[in-house]
Nanobody, 117 residues
Framework: QVQVVESGGGLVQAGGSLRLSCAVS????????FAWYRQTPGKQRELVAL???????DYEPSVKGRFTTSWDNAKNTVYLQMTNLKPEDTAVYYC???????????WGQGTQVTVSS
């Protein structure tokens, strides 16, 4: 069983920064990719970043240049560093740990990010 736990969300003013963490534990922790999604009430979950084990990350255009992913393989944890946050970044952020790059994997419970104007 694989467990995925996000953390690091919170309330921040516009222009501020947050770092989200996604920790993976349990069996088969050698994930090949991690995807970060966000969701607001009444809307579909939106892909924010897709990060592969080869170091390549693709970002949704509205966050490109502001969000950065990184991996800590020793801790089985990936991070989403978010800078210059905007009110429209407010959402619940989810991590999806994947054994295959383009195949949905294991979801965490989400972490709330709220950006005040």
């Amino acid at each position: 069983q694989v467990q995925v736990v996000e953390s690091g969300g919170g309330l921040v003013q516009a222009g501020g920064s947050l770092r989200l963490s996604c920790a993976v534990s349990g069996s088969a922790t050698n994930m090949q990719a991690f995807a970060w999604y966000r969701q607001t009430p009444g809307k579909q979950r939106e892909l924010v970043a897709l990060s592969a084990s080869n170091g390549r990350t693709d970002y949704e255009p509205s966050v490109k240049g502001r969000f950065t992913t990184s991996w800590d393989n020793a801790k089985n944890t990936v991070y989403l560093q978010m800078t210059n946050l905007k009110p429209e970044d407010t959402a619940v952020y989810y991590c999806n740990a994947r054994r295959l790059l383009y195949q949905s994997g294991f979801w965490g419970q989400g972490t709330q990010v709220t950006v005040s104007s």
